[in-house]
């Protein structure tokens, strides 16, 4: 039992330790629209790689939104 509650606890924070992202800086993203970006592209790096129109093609992302994600990763370069 106490095992099942120090795994359960575990996950939990690798949960949370890897929902923190530069997504969670950019105005108009929140967990939903974090979620639908990591699920289209599946990684950071690939978004970054995308184009802004790319991007705008994630269901659920409007074009304003997906213009600051765009401008924020290029400025981190």
Do not use: C, W, Y
């Not at 095992?3 to 939990?12: G, L, S, V």
């Not at 790096?45 to 074009?63: H, Q, V």
């Amino acid at each position: 039992e106490s095992h099942r509650f120090a795994i359960t606890f575990h996950r939990e924070l690798r949960d949370k330790a890897m929902t923190v992202s530069v997504l969670d800086d950019v105005e108009g993203v929140g967990p939903k629209r974090k979620r639908a970006l990591l699920k289209r592209f599946g990684s950071l790096k690939r978004l970054r790689a995308a184009s802004e129109e790319e991007i705008a093609a994630t269901p659920g992302i409007p074009a304003e939104v997906a213009h600051a994600v765009f401008e924020t990763l290029r400025a981190l370069g």
